[in-house]
């Protein structure tokens, strides 16, 4: 059910009708009321999306330096791990030798 008042009326009793035809308009200022509500909330939302993209593209630049020496530091950190697998290697070896 719609309430609101008859603002105008486009058809006459007994008057034969197509489908989709306009048959009265109805004012409603309570849902007029609630669509502009609904419309403000939209654009609050979109105007809060285009500012996190904003500030995303502030930051984007940052990350990617951040992203860059992140991966030379792992890059790094790997060689230094693998050069500390074959130092231990050398030293099992060397104290092996010892022994025999």
Not at 38 to 57: C, Q
Not at 61 to 83: A, D, E, F, T, W
Request: hydrophobic share 40%.
């Amino acid at each position: 059910m719609i309430n609101g008042y008859l603002k105008e009326i486009y058809i006459n009793e007994g008057d034969h009708v197509k489908k989709g035809q306009l048959l009265f308009r109805i004012d409603n200022p309570q849902y007029d009321q609630e669509v502009l509500t609904a419309k403000a909330s939209i654009n609050s939302a979109v105007a809060n999306v285009n500012s996190a993209k904003i500030e995303i593209d502030k930051v984007k630049p940052l990350l990617k330096n951040r992203l860059s020496v992140i991966s030379g530091y792992n890059l790094l950190n790997s060689h230094c791990k693998q050069k500390k697998r074959l130092w231990n290697r050398q030293k099992l070896l060397l104290l092996m030798q010892r022994l025999i």
